[in-house]
């Protein structure tokens, strides 16, 4: 059973940053896709980027030039760098894994089989 752990949410400023970490374990690295989604008090959860194996990453609109997604295989672990934070940023945010293989969407949330327990990303203007 995959199991995702998120780490290094809190309170910024508007402009600050803030590093999120998602370490994954129970199985095999290789055999999920993954992604970063935010959920705000109110609104559906979104896809912030998603990430493969080997790197390549699809941002959502929002954040695209502020974050930036990356993953280390042999530490198991994802990472979200967010830059020039906005209030509108602030929610919880997940990491999220997928089973290679079928049709799905990056954007869908209802496709991913895995998730964390979320960490909590706080702006003030």
């Known amino acids: 059973q995959l199991q995702l752990s998120e780490s290094g949410g809190g309170s910024v400023q508007a402009g600050g940053s803030l590093r999120l970490s998602c370490v994954v374990s129970g199985s095999t690295y290789t055999y999920y896709y993954y992604a970063w989604f935010r959920q705000a008090p109110g609104k559906e959860r979104e896809t912030v980027v998603g990430i493969n194996t080997i790197g390549s990453t699809t941002y959502a609109d929002s954040v695209r030039g502020r974050f930036t997604a990356s993953q280390d295989s042999a530490k198991k672990t994802l990472y979200l760098e967010m830059n020039s934070l906005k209030p509108e940023d602030t929610g919880m945010y997940y990491c999220?894994?997928?089973?290679?293989?079928?049709?799905?969407?990056?954007?869908?949330?209802?496709?991913?089989?895995?998730w964390g327990q979320g960490t909590q990303v706080t702006v003030s203007s």
């Open positions: 999220a894994a997928r089973r290679n293989g079928g049709r799905w969407s990056i954007w869908r949330p209802a496709d991913y089989h895995y």
